[in-house]
C-alpha cells in the first residue's frame, strides 16, 4: 500500500497529485470518490505514511473518538473519513460538526465515497449544501494504460507469471471494473492452483466465460 506501488493514470493523476500535495493543501477538507476498488484506501494508506493520520469510518462518527477530537483532545495532521457512502442518519450532524471544526481550526480532512456529494442520501439539509460546496476528484474508469499495469500487478501479486498475450486477450474482454478484475484475477489463480496448469489463453477464455455468466 506504499506510494510506490500506485499506478498512475490519466484517470487517477488528480487524485494521486492532491495526496503527494497535502502539504499544500489550500483548502483543508478534499475528497476523492470512485467505485470500490479504484485506490481512494491505497491513497489513505500514502497519506497515513505521509503524516500522523486519524481515520475514521462514517457509520462510526457517533463515537467517543470523535468526541475527543472535538473536544481537541486527539493530536492528528490529517483526518480520514472513509465510507461517507454508508453514512448513518444519526451520524449526520456529527460530521456536519466536523467538517465545520476542519475549517474553523483548518484541521486537514480528506473524505472519501464511491458517490459523488450529488448522489449521496443525506437527510440535514445544512450538512448536504455542505458537502455538495466542497471540491470533489473523481477516481475514473481506467484506461488501456492502467487496465494493462494493474492486470499484472493483480498477477505479480500473486506471484504468477503472466505471459503477455494472455494479458492482450483479457483486456478487450473483461469490465473497466477495479472489484470486478479482482475476483477475475482470483478466480484464475485458484483454478490454475487446484488443476496445477500454466495459465494460458486457452484457460483464461474458459474461466471469462464462466466468471461473466456468473455475474450476469
Not at 467505485?35 to 503524516?51: D, E, I, R, Y
Amino acid at each position: 500500500m506504499g506510494r510506490a506501488a500506485f499506478l498512475v493514470a490519466d484517470s487517477n493523476r488528480e487524485a494521486v497529485a492532491l495526496i503527494d500535495g497535502f502539504a499544500d493543501w489550500q483548502m483543508p477538507v478534499q475528497w476523492i470518490y470512485g467505485p470500490s476498488g479504484a485506490g481512494k484506501s491505497h491513497l489513505a494508506a500514502v497519506l497515513a505514511n505521509q503524516c500522523s493520520a486519524l481515520t475514521l469510518d462514517a457509520t462510526d462518527l457517533a463515537g467517543a473518538e470523535t468526541t475527543a477530537l472535538l473536544a481537541g483532545d486527539t493530536v492528528y495532521e490529517a483526518l480520514i473519513i472513509d465510507r461517507l457512502d454508508a453514512l448513518p442518519e444519526h451520524c449526520e450532524e456529527v460530521l456536519f460538526h466536523l467538517l465545520n471544526y476542519a475549517r474553523h481550526q483548518n484541521k486537514k480532512t480528506l473524505l472519501l465515497s464511491e458517490q459523488a456529494a450529488g448522489r449521496l442520501s443525506v437527510s440535514l439539509p445544512d450538512l448536504a449544501s455542505r458537502l455538495k460546496a466542497i471540491a470533489a476528484i473523481a477516481l475514473k474508469s481506467p484506461d488501456d494504460t492502467l487496465m494493462r499495469g494493474l492486470m499484472l500487478k493483480l498477477f505479480g501479486d500473486r506471484q504468477l507469471k503472466i505471459e503477455q498475450r494472455v494479458i492482450d486477450y483479457l483486456l478487450p474482454r473483461i469490465e473497466r471494473d477495479y472489484a470486478n478484475m479482482v475476483a477475475l484475477v482470483g478466480r484464475i489463480d485458484k483454478q490454475a492452483l487446484a488443476e496445477k496448469r500454466a495459465i494460458t489463453v486457452p484457460m483464461v477464455a474458459e474461466i471469462l466465460e464462466s466468471h461473466i455468466s456468473d455475474t450476469d
